[in-house]
């Protein structure tokens, strides 16, 4: 079943709580529920909106967000082993780590507590803590806007990245995502080889995945503003990758500056965007109701009633101190409507 509004406040859809509307909202259940949609009303504008949580609104949205409702999870196949399991897209994404926490199987621990729907996650290939999604996702069922036919993608076939995916490039204004189909195992695999992870899991008594869980959320709510209590969108930044030349250019000056190797290649280098910004001297910096967090460099905030056109501004603020400073580009992570 679907259900349309119009002329909808999407203040409290998105995790920056700014003000914007858009001129149509349709909710919707079921593939056949956007085919029919899409066979009937043609629609020019659309963009399809889970939680909110990478999603900045700068203007009123004039075409139609669509936004999905079915969260049924489903166990496909149980080997003893491994267990199989197919989430519908509207399923909250940390309900889905615990629940796989509850039940002993690992695979997604790690990424406790990323504010996503499971339909957002092989979007960007959501990853914290040394693990991203495409190591438990198997299979990606889309509805495809263009031929009105569901398909389904394995996971080679998304071609997954660090914070990316098909869905951002080919597929993106062509496929809604309706369901993920993730592999989990009760072997366990415990990963704790990411900053302070280990240290947090040894304190608690060892590597169990209640203990990793509970330890991820504590290390991610000492980092991380909560976005219900200060408008976020998580890490606005990307990590830029650079010419291995630059690297080295920055690390003579700045022998401190972490850097990461970039997989597949020696030629690029991964540099830390929050290193930088704060190194430009902005972690903190506040401008009007807009700031860049005082804990983590990456991360804007909204200090209460700013609207995303004040975000940009800050956001191409930041970009353009961190090139004066470093002559390195660094560009946002966030989607921007
Ligand atoms: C406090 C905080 C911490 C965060 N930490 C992390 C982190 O550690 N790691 C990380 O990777 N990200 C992190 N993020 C970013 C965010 O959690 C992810 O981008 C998440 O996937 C967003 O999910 P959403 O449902 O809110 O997506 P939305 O903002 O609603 O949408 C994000 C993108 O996905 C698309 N999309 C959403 N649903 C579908 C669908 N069903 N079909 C097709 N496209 C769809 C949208 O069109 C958009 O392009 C954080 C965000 C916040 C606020």
Excluded at 13 to 20: A, D, K, L, Q
Excluded at 187 to 199: A, C, E, H, Q, S
Aim: charged share 25%; aromatic share 8%.
């Amino acid at each position: 079943m679907k259900r349309t509004y119009n002329d909808i406040n999407l203040q409290n859809r998105n995790s920056f709580g700014v003000v914007e509307s858009a001129a149509q909202l349709v909710e919707f259940e079921t593939a056949d529920d956007l085919r029919d949609y899409f066979a009937e009303q043609k629609p020019a504008k659309w963009y399809v909106l889970g939680g909110g949580n990478n999603t900045l609104f700068t203007q009123r949205y004039d075409g139609v967000i669509l936004s999905p409702t079915s969260s049924k999870r489903t166990i496909l196949n149980d080997d003893g082993e491994s267990v199989d399991i197919r989430v519908e897209a509207a399923h909250d994404w940390d309900a889905l780590v615990e629940w796989s926490v509850e039940e002993g199987l690992w695979g997604i621990e790690n990424l406790s507590m990323i504010p996503s729907s499971v339909g957002a996650a092989p979007v960007q290939n959501i990853g914290a803590y040394g693990a991203e999604a495409k190591d438990a996702i198997t299979t990606v069922e889309y509805f495809d806007t263009k031929t009105l036919n569901v398909v389904r993608l394995r996971n080679e076939e998304c071609s997954f990245g660090y914070r990316e995916s098909i869905f951002k490039h080919e597929l993106r204004g062509v496929a809604i995502i309706l369901a993920v189909e993730f592999r989990l195992h009760r072997t366990p695999k415990p990963n704790l080889g990411y900053g302070d992870v280990i240290k947090e899991v040894e304190a608690r008594g060892g590597a169990t995945l209640r203990n990793i869980r509970e330890a991820i959320c504590a290390i991610r709510s000492s980092k991380l503003p909560d976005p219900k209590i200060l408008g976020n969108a998580g890490s606005f930044f990307k990590n830029p990758v650079v010419a291995k030349e630059v690297a080295e250019r920055l690390l003579k000056q700045y022998p401190d500056m972490p850097h990461y190797a970039v997989a597949g290649t020696t030629e690029s280098v991964k540099l830390a965007a929050g290193w930088l910004i704060d190194r430009a001297g902005l972690k903190g910096y506040r401008s009007g109701s807009v700031g860049v967090h005082d804990r983590q460099a990456l991360v804007l905030v909204n200090y209460g009633g700013a609207t995303g056109s004040e975000v940009i501004a800050l956001a191409d603020y930041v970009c353009s101190r961190v090139k004066e400073c470093f002559d390195v580009a660094i560009s946002p992570e966030v989607n921007i409507l």
